[in-house]
């Protein structure tokens, strides 16, 4: 078992910066993807970015250019790094990690608020 907790969340206005991160009961040392999903008001969760073992990353396109998904260390495996935010990357984000075999693991949700 895994939990994982985000952090970084916050309030910022357009045109700002955040980063989030993933903290991890456990040290992570292998794993076969890891990534941010986020969830809107009224809207289903969506991919934001994620990153294969191998270190090959995928962003929704909403996003590409702005946002900068890492692999830190084994106690924070994964970071998200969001640059010129808009108001509509308002959502919860959510950590995920997915360990074989053991499963997929997500965190409780960070929330992002961008004013205009």
């Known amino acids: 078992q895994v939990q994982l907790v985000e952090s970084g969340g916050g309030l910022v206005q357009a045109g700002g910066s955040l980063r989030l991160s993933c903290a991890a009961s456990r040290s992570i040392f292998r794993f076969n993807a890891m990534g941010w999903y986020r969830q809107a008001p009224g809207k289903q969760r969506e991919m934001v970015a994620t990153i294969s073992s191998d270190g090959s990353t995928s962003y929704a396109n909403s996003v590409k250019g702005r946002f900068t998904i890492s692999r830190d260390n084994a106690k924070n495996p994964v970071s998200l790094q969001m640059n010129s935010l808009k108001p509509e990357d308002t959502a919860v984000y959510y950590c995920?990690?997915?360990?074989?075999?053991?499963?997929?693991?997500w965190g409780q949700g960070t929330q992002v608020t961008v004013s205009s």
């Open positions: 995920h990690i997915l360990l074989r075999p053991e499963g997929n693991y």
